[in-house]
């Protein structure tokens, strides 16, 4: 069971399925303290959702059950990326109970509507961030927090902060291609990596790795 940070083995089951998303980041001086000026810079570096990327569950689909300590283990989960184009990065980070949200967005100035293809199943005053390969619509920032004000199942405005009021126009749509970002979830893991690229056509896997310290209650991952 989850307490806080604290990760409890125990039972005959798998209980951490579909709990974390691997990422992909491609930035520098990122550091995984706990205030909301390192998450947001994490969050700010994540790769676009272009070329093939896009946030992956993680599925801690096999291991044993250790009698001994009395917890499950997990000896290796896997994460496969397949490109359509390059992908570039420098960092792979977990998000812990966040969405796979990283979705393209069109904007409506005169009403500060930002309106998605599909559902975006976000909840009133959900942390998020725009993000994009051009400029905000004037008004707003990329790549800083803000929150959600639900519009309809597929529409949202946003708020500079929760339960504020509410952003209901822009002074331009903005250019470029601009996303949508939750950023509910906790930085569970942040890994720095050489600089590294998936190119066209290849299928990259990541193996997990999980070290068990010692018995019982696991603090950390």
Known sequence: MWSDNQITFAG??????????FCLANGSGLTRLNTVTAQREIYAAE??????????????????????????????ALVSMAA?????????????????????????AG????????SHNLSENDRIMMAGSGTAPSGISLNIFYYANIVSPTV??????????????????GTGTLYIRDCTGEIAALLPKSASVIYDGQIKEFPIYLTFANTGAIVGI
Do not use: C, D
Request: proline share 2%.
């Open 12 to 21: 005959e089951s798998v209980i951490l399925n579909n709990t974390y998303r």
């Open 47 to 76: 790769v676009l959702p272009i070329n093939g990327y896009s946030r992956k569950l993680i599925g801690f689909t096999a291991g044993a059950y250790n009698t001994g300590n009395q917890r499950y283990e997990f000896p290796m």
């Open 84 to 108: 359509t184009g390059t992908i570039a990065y420098n960092h792979i980070f977990w998000i812990r109970n966040g969405r796979g949200l990283n979705s393209l967005v069109t904007v409506n």
């Open 111 to 118: 009403t500060g509507e930002l309106t998605f293809s599909g």
């Open 156 to 173: 949202i405005r946003l708020k500079a902060t929760s339960g504020g009021s509410v952003i209901s126009s822009f002074g331009s749509t």
